[in-house]
C-alpha cells in the first residue's frame, strides 16, 4: 500500500511538473518583445495579408486565455505545433529522428553500465589506491559536470550525421 502512494505522488508531481514547464513556455512565447508574427516570420517585409495568415494560422488572433486553452488542448492530443523552419507538425519532425534516437540511448546507456561496472570492479580490487581515486575522482566530476559540456558541435567544417540524414554546421 506504501508503494502505491509513493507511486500515486510521483505521478502526481510529474503531472503537476509537466504543467508547470508546459505553461512556463506558453508564457515566455508571450512575453518576448515585438510582434510574434514578425518574429516567427523573421521578416519585416511582409504584406498585410501574409501576416493575417500566419496570425489565423497559429491561433494568434485569439485572447492569450484561449490561445493557452488551444495550446494544452493540442498537447493533450499528441499535436506539438507546426515547427516554424520547416512548416511541418513537430510530431512528424520528432518521429524521423526517434528511432536514431533510440539505438543512440541504448548504445550509450549499455557502454556506461558496462564501463562503470568495469571501473567500479577494479577500483574495488585496487581500494585506497591511485585507480580507485582517480575513478572515484572522475566520477564525480563526470556525475556534476551539466550534460551541455559533452555535447560541444564537432569542430567546424565536420558533418553531423544521423542515418541517412545529414546536416552541415
Do not use: C
Request: proline share 7%; glycine share 10%; aromatic share 8%.
Amino acid at each position: 500500500m506504501a508503494r502505491i502512494r509513493y507511486l500515486g505522488r510521483k505521478i502526481v508531481w510529474l503531472v503537476v511538473t509537466l504543467y508547470f514547464v508546459v505553461t512556463f513556455n506558453f508564457v515566455l512565447f508571450h512575453l518576448l518583445p515585438g510582434n510574434p508574427v514578425r518574429l516567427l516570420a523573421r521578416s519585416g517585409h511582409l504584406t498585410p495579408q501574409a501576416v493575417a495568415e500566419i496570425t489565423r494560422v497559429y491561433g494568434l488572433n485569439h485572447p492569450p486565455l484561449e490561445q493557452y486553452v488551444i495550446y494544452l488542448r493540442g498537447l493533450l492530443h499528441g499535436q506539438l505545433g507546426i515547427s516554424y523552419t520547416y512548416r511541418e507538425p513537430v510530431s512528424t519532425l520528432l518521429g524521423q529522428y526517434l528511432g536514431n534516437t533510440v539505438i543512440l540511448l541504448a548504445a550509450a546507456t549499455v557502454l556506461t553500465i558496462v564501463l562503470g561496472v568495469l571501473a567500479g570492479v577494479i577500483a574495488a580490487n585496487r581500494r585506497g589506491g591511485g585507480y580507485d581515486s582517480t575513478t572515484i575522482t572522475a566520477s564525480v566530476i563526470g556525475s556534476g559536470t551539466p550534460i551541455v559540456v559533452f555535447l560541444a558541435p564537432p569542430p567546424s567544417g565536420l558533418p553531423v550525421t544521423a542515418g541517412d540524414a545529414s546536416v552541415s554546421p
